[in-house]
């Protein structure tokens, strides 16, 4: 390896975490002695570019995140999916894990309703509060407490600066705290959380609960680069090695480059089993 000297062109995205995931199978695919090289596209416009192959892959895309052109690009075989990147992702309302002290029974739903006071702000009361998305995110937060009909009110936080900042003020406080908030994010590499248990019907109608994020390759690097075909279709992440990098990366001012190639050469015995398998052909 590599087969030929073409560069693997890789696509970087709009969110630090698919920038870990891209950089980490990058250094790796280095390792094997392939040329690599990146490209910042979005979400949406990269189908295009992949399926015609001027883009090899695209790592870490969400799946609820689609778009009007990968779904059809897919089902015509233009752009191939070789499945799950390992990453667990969710989003809902996550407390600091203290707070199941304060209100025992949690994360069950009706031990949190239950709770409803303690959860108040003087914005909020008698309501308990639940710190919500910026409001140009959306307001499925809103829309869950008027569905559910728990006495609770939304209220919308500035940025997602605001949200890390003021769980991290909690956190120092042990304060009463519930927000709407998404793994894998960073800040939950440095705090103790839980999640509240939704109802079925509320999960169903609103909620992102393991949420597949694929690793999409354009068809053509299985007979341009079978090592790497190979390499992609087994590499995995998790959410703790992301979220640990992530916290190097936004909280702490570090290099990407040099971060992620900290983890590939602390973590060889991680995925020189998925080299092996390449190199073996299989």
């Known amino acids: 390896?590599?087969?030929?000297?073409?560069?693997?062109v890789l696509a970087l995205l709009e969110w630090t975490g698919q920038?870990?995931?891209t950089k980490v199978a990058g250094h790796i695919l280095e390792e094997m002695g392939y040329t690599v090289?990146?490209?910042?596209?979005?979400?949406?416009?990269?189908?295009?570019?992949?399926?015609?192959?001027?883009i090899a892959a695209v790592l870490e895309f969400w799946s609820n995140n689609q778009g009007e052109y990968y779904p059809s690009l897919v089902e015509k075989g233009e752009i191939e999916n070789v499945g799950d990147i390992g990453l667990n992702a969710y989003e809902g309302w996550l407390y600091p894990k203290y707070m199941e002290q304060q209100c025992p029974g949690l994360p069950d739903w009706d031990a949190f309703?239950?709770?409803?006071?303690?959860?108040?702000t003087p914005e909020s009361f008698p309501n308990g509060r639940v710190l919500a998305y910026p409001a140009d995110w959306g307001h499925r937060s809103a829309d869950i407490i008027e569905y559910s009909g728990i006495p609770f009110e939304a209220v919308p936080a500035g940025s997602e600066g605001a949200l890390v900042a003021e769980l991290q003020s909690a956190v120092e406080r042990e304060a009463p705290l519930v927000m709407m908030f998404w793994s894998p994010h960073w800040v939950l590499s440095t705090v103790d959380s839980g999640w509240i248990t939704f109802?079925?019907?509320?999960k169903e109608k609103?909620?992102?609960?393991?949420?597949?994020?694929?690793?999409?390759?354009?068809?053509?690097?299985?007979?341009?680069?079978?090592?790497?075909?190979?390499?992609?279709?087994?590499?995995?992440?998790d959410n703790h090695s992301q979220e640990v990098m992530m916290d190097l990366i936004d909280n702490q001012g570090q290099d990407l480059d040099a971060v992620t190639r900290a983890w590939v050469e602390d973590n060889r015995d991680v995925w020189q089993p998925w080299v092996d398998k390449a190199m073996a052909g299989s």
């Open 37 to 54: 090289e990146y490209v910042t596209a979005g979400s949406y416009p990269s189908a295009i570019p992949l399926s015609e192959g001027e």
């Open 113 to 120: 309703v239950g709770c409803a006071e303690l959860f108040a």
């Open 1 to 8: 390896m590599p087969e030929n000297q073409d560069p693997v």
């Open 19 to 21: 920038h870990i995931s």
């Open 206 to 237: 609103f909620v992102m609960i393991n949420v597949p994020v694929w690793k999409l390759l354009w068809p053509g690097v299985k007979d341009t680069w079978p090592g790497a075909y190979s390499l992609l279709s087994s590499f995995q992440l």
């Open 199 to 202: 109802p079925e019907d509320v």
